[in-house]
């Protein structure tokens, strides 16, 4: 009688990054970076400027390629994605900067959003708006007038009117005020077990709040990893501190 074969381990939910390195021509800013994202959960992307987060950020979204590695969600291999694809599979990115349409008003910049996505008809514009009320009062106002705290608060919800399943987020605390950045941090909080986010942050006492675990990156590799609860606030620190 022939023994049954056992059957193929089911691939992991969520994101799962492996191996993964990138080159600006001769120089190597990635080096072998991997870490799993449980679906729902929030990974902290931690290190210094110029540890190589936003071009983590940028690889996994697929605006500049991976020389080597995978990128997959839901064991679904994405690595050879185009951003368009990416985007459709539910990838979103906040980028530092935020890069709204300066010409658009909040409401064009959501709706662009949406229709994108198929999802002018849909509601998730006023999903997304119900997260940041305040942008109901400058409906109608370019996005290139308002404040870095608004524009923030734009960008985040352009990238969740498109209902995403992965929010990347690059520096939201960045230039913000401290009540728009609790207002950040409270959509982030309630996004748990909705959405997966990988949050990449400098300010270490906003990421621990928020992060159920961590990666840090030192000079393109993953020093540090794990639950946020094993976190070592000492050895954390000097990968962060400038």
């Not at 691939?11 to 994202?37: C, E, K, M, N, W």
Request: glycine share 10%.
């Amino acid at each position: 009688m022939t023994p049954a074969l056992n059957p193929s381990p089911a691939p992991p939910a969520g994101l799962t990054v492996s191996g993964l390195d990138q080159h600006y021509g001769s120089a190597q800013v990635l080096r072998t970076v991997g870490f799993h994202v449980a679906p729902g959960t929030c990974l902290a992307v931690l290190g210094r400027n110029g540890a190589g987060k936003t071009t983590l950020l940028r690889c996994l979204a697929g605006l500049i390629p991976a020389t080597r590695g995978t990128v997959a969600l839901d064991g679904v291999d994405l690595t050879r994605w185009s951003p368009d694809r990416r985007a459709r599979s539910g990838l979103a990115l906040v980028p530092q900067g935020r890069e709204i349409f300066a010409d658009l008003s909040v409401a064009e910049n959501l709706r662009a959003a949406a229709r994108a996505h198929g999802l002018d008809r849909s509601g998730a514009v006023d999903e997304a708006v119900a997260l940041f009320p305040a942008l109901r009062e400058l409906w109608h106002r370019p996005g290139g007038n308002l404040s870095g705290g608004q524009q923030q608060q734009l960008a985040m919800a352009r990238a969740l009117a498109t209902r995403p399943r992965i929010l990347l987020l690059d520096e939201p605390t960045e230039g913000i005020q401290p009540s728009i950045v609790a207002a950040i941090e409270a959509v982030i909080a309630g996004l748990q077990g909705r959405i997966t986010v990988v949050l990449v942050e400098q300010y270490l006492a906003f990421a621990i709040r928020l992060a159920d675990a961590f990666v840090v990156l030192s000079r393109g590799a993953v020093v540090e990893q794990g639950l946020r609860q094993g976190l070592n606030h000492d050895a954390v620190s000097r990968h962060i501190a400038v």
